[in-house]
């Protein structure tokens, strides 16, 4: 069966207890999307540890956002990555695949056994997403600026078919300097594809610096706005605000809409997230073992309580 959740109140706020009583329900579903967001670092971490370096820190930045996708927004079925009726989810930041194995696995699509094969030879994880290796990769990454272009001609094909299906694509800051992007938010809005949902993870970083000094971007939310989206900014490590977005936007009609979440590279990770030269990290052998310690440490202290145990871990 698909695993759509059942939805918070639509237009709740962090903090709000939802009208209908349930608050104890709302408080269990945003724990339990917490805990999914440490496994899904802890696997990060787990998999940069086989390569010693990598995209730990983008990893480690989306992790809740990729919880709250694959857990509590995604219309698919684990045991079926092709089921046509499926919600697409488009990682055009083909870098970010570390996050994304993560994310499978702790969704069900991947064995967790398989995550020590990333980036090894002949493993269905290499270190850019590609889309005939790995079950629920939709497509290829790489050069950046592809993404949205693919969303809206998939989101037009799904419209023809009649198919109630949604796509989602997840770029980063810095592939807003891609022209490519914004020809398809434009095509994207003169299409009215209400089906599509653009999450823009804005960690003001890039491979040649910070965003802000490589390309500004800001005001970005202005910016989709005048291109026809429908906008909302949220902390995109804050898992009741993004569960509070999400919920809002389900059912938001007329036109495209766009998340647009502000992350912190290494977030979780202490010594991380203040490490310099963080767009492809370099950790040390002895460092893993520090790092895993502190993620236990920093979510044992958010939550209260110590974290359900990862698979695998």
Known sequence: MSTKSLSAPNGATPGDAPPDG?????????????DSAHRIRMH???????QGQGYIGQALGVADILSVVYQDVLNHRPDDPDWPQRDRFLLSIGHYAIALYAALAEAGVLDVAELATYGSDDSRLPMSGMATYTPGME??????????GVATGMALGLRHQGSDAHVYNLLSDGELDEGSTWEAALACAHHGLDNVTAIVDVNALQADGPTKGVLRTEPVTAKWEAFGWHAVRVDGNDV??????????RDHRGSPAVLICDTRIGCGVPMLET???AHFMRVEEHEWQLARDQLRQRHRERSGFEPTTARGE
């Open 44 to 50: 990060a971490l787990d998999m940069g540890e086989t």
């Open 22 to 34: 349930t608050q104890a329900s709302y408080a269990q579903r945003v724990g339990a999307l917490r």
């Open 240 to 249: 009741e605000a993004l569960v509070a977005a999400f919920d809002s936007l």
């Open 275 to 277: 490490r310099e030269k």
């Open 139 to 148: 497509i290829s990454g790489g050069s950046l600026g592809h993404g949205l």
